[in-house]
């Protein structure tokens, strides 16, 4: 066997790399707009690792407190996070809150258990009820 397939092979069953290992969320009330039936927030997400990102597949989700209430929201980025660079998006909570909190979501592949699938079940196979 050559020797440079077992590291092909280690390789090629690695699983999916994490970007929040290298990656930073933080979230501050958009000091621009002013409401008193919404709030809104930029969350922005700082590369300190030397890769480039898709913005698509970093998903959070943000958090609003205020008056005794929860609101909860979720988002992602647009275009390509940069090595070393930011990316940043705005984020709608209805009602007034003073408190945030935001939270990675981890990408499809590292957030599913396994042996547990997130298909749902057919309907050809139910039979009608009378």
């Known amino acids: 066997m050559f020797p440079i ?6 390789f090629l069953a690695s699983p999916a ?3 929040w290992q ?3 969320l933080s979230i501050i009330r958009d000091p621009y707009v002013s409401s008193d039936h919404a709030t809104l927030c930029r969350v922005r997400a700082v590369n300190f690792g030397g890769r480039r990102w898709s913005g698509r597949t970093l998903r959070f989700e943000a958090r609003a ?4 209430r929860v609101a909860v929201e979720h988002g992602r980025f647009g275009l390509e996070l940069e090595p070393y660079g930011s990316l940043e998006t705005v984020i709608g909570f209805t009602g007034r809150y003073d408190r945030f909190e935001v939270a990675p979501v981890p990408p499809p592949g590292l957030a599913r258990t396994p042996g547990k699938s997130r298909r749902r079940a057919s309907r050809r196979g139910r039979r009608a009820r009378h």
């Open 5 to 10: 397939v077992p590291l092909v092979l280690a």
């Open 65 to 68: 407190y205020g008056g005794g």
């Open 17 to 19: 790399p994490d970007p």
């Open 22 to 24: 290298e990656i930073r």
